[in-house]
C-alpha cells in the first residue's frame, strides 16, 4: 500500500494560502504554478523512491521546462536528477524553512544553480527550471 497524506488547504482561513495578515503561505506559490501549467504540456517524471520524493515536470511559460519536486519526508534527502539534459543553465528555487520569509511575502525565494545532486530539507518542494 503506499503512503498517502491529506494536507488541508482553502483559499482563505486557517488553513488558506492566505493567512488574512496580508501574508501569504509558501504552499501558495505551488498552488500557483500547478495551475499555470494546466495548459500546458506534461512530461513524464519518474521517481526511484515514490514514498519519499514526488514531482511534476511540465513546459515553462518562457520556453524550456519546469520540474517541481517535493520531500515527502521528515528527513534531509539527497537526491539525484537523471536524464536532465539542457543548453542552457538550469536553476532551481526552494520552499522550505528557510525560504519561508521570503514565501510569505509573496515573493518567489532566490534562485540557485542546478547541480546533478540537490539536498532536498525536510518536506521541501523545490522548482527547477531550464531550457533543455
Known amino acids: 500500500m503506499a503512503n498517502t497524506a491529506l494536507t488541508q488547504s482553502a483559499l482563505t482561513g486557517p488553513f488558506g494560502l492566505l493567512d488574512g495578515k496580508a501574508a501569504v503561505r509558501p504552499i501558495f506559490h505551488i ?47 539527497a537526491v539525484r536528477l537523471n536524464g536532465v539534459q539542457s543548453s542552457g543553465a538550469l536553476s532551481f528555487r526552494s520552499l522550505d524553512t528557510a525560504s519561508w520569509p521570503v514565501a510569505a511575502s509573496g515573493t518567489r525565494p532566490a534562485a540557485q544553480i542546478v547541480r546533478a545532486t540537490l539536498s532536498l530539507a525536510p518536506f521541501a518542494t523545490v522548482q527547477i527550471e531550464g531550457s533543455g
Do not use: F
Not at 41 to 58: D, I
Not at 72 to 77: F, I, K, M, V
Open 31 to 77: 498552488a500557483r504554478a500547478l495551475a499555470s501549467m494546466a495548459t500546458r504540456e506534461r512530461y513524464s517524471l519518474n521517481s526511484s523512491r515514490p514514498g519519499s520524493v514526488l514531482g511534476v515536470a511540465a513546459a515553462a511559460a518562457a520556453g524550456g521546462k519546469s520540474v517541481w519536486l517535493t520531500n515527502l519526508t521528515p528527513r534531509t534527502l
